[in-house]
């Protein structure tokens, strides 16, 4: 059971647009950055969001995030078939006193 | 360009100890966190612990009885140790520079590890 709750499963057709939630609590979304990873088919992840809403260079501005109170959000737009990927987040936990991930959600493009 | 290279047996017994190293290239151990980090087989990720030059450490809380993370800056790699393996410590388990928080960029390209007699 991940300390942060995500879908197991989404999906959508090519072009169109897919949120991935991600929800916590006070100890870990409520007071600190979300973070979010995009893990392609026997890959390692790699870092797509930090800081609730930065994306690094070289990540496409189809990819956005955001955070309201205990819950975040990752939103891809203009799907794409190399978007078909698991998608986690994470966040620091007070209660933890470490980062924890969400378990993950398994994106398919139809 | 920072790349992570881990590297260790792929196979280990119950009750024996995980030991993979991880070769930083690219930066200097000394600037940075470094972790590590596992998924089980179709499972999720979880953190290990991350560690820094001067000693200081933080790890999981479920593996720290467990675990130490060290490191070697005359050849900027850091180690994990796992002791008394079972069968629920089979993952792929991958190195990362980590800098705050749930900050870990970039990863290694991960080492699946079974743990079986």
């Known amino acids: 059971q991940s300390v942060l709750a995500q879908p197991p499963s989404a999906s959508e057709t090519p072009g169109q647009r897919v949120t991935i939630s991600c929800s916590g609590s006070s100890s870990n979304i409520g007071n600190n950055l979300v973070y979010w990873y995009q893990q392609l088919p026997g890959t390692a992840p790699k870092l797509l969001i930090y800081g609730n809403s930065q994306r690094p260079s070289g990540v496409p501005d189809r990819f956005s995030g955001s955070k309201s109170g205990t819950s975040a959000s990752l939103a891809i737009s203009g799907l794409r078939s190399e978007d078909e990927a698991e998608y986690y987040c994470?966040?620091?936990?007070?209660?933890?006193?470490?980062?924890?991930f969400g378990g993950g959600t398994k994106l398919t493009v139809l | 360009q920072v790349q992570l290279q881990g590297s260790g047996p792929r196979l280990v017994r119950p009750s024996e100890t995980l030991s993979l190293t991880c070769t930083v290239s690219g930066d200097s151990i000394t600037n940075f966190y470094w972790s590590w980090i596992r998924q089980p087989p179709g499972k999720g990720l979880e953190w290990i612990g991350y560690f820094f030059y001067s000693g200081r450490t933080n790890y999981n809380p479920s593996l720290k009885s467990r675990v130490t993370i060290s490191g070697d800056t005359s050849k900027n790699q850091f180690s994990l140790n796992l002791r008394s393996l079972t069968a629920a410590d089979t993952a792929v388990y991958y190195c990362?520079?980590?800098?705050?928080?749930?900050?870990?960029?970039?990863w290694g390209q991960g080492t699946l590890v079974s743990v079986s007699s």
């Open positions: 990362a520079r980590y800098r705050s928080n749930a900050w870990f960029d970039p």
């Open positions: 994470a966040a620091w936990d007070d209660s933890l006193s470490g980062p924890v």
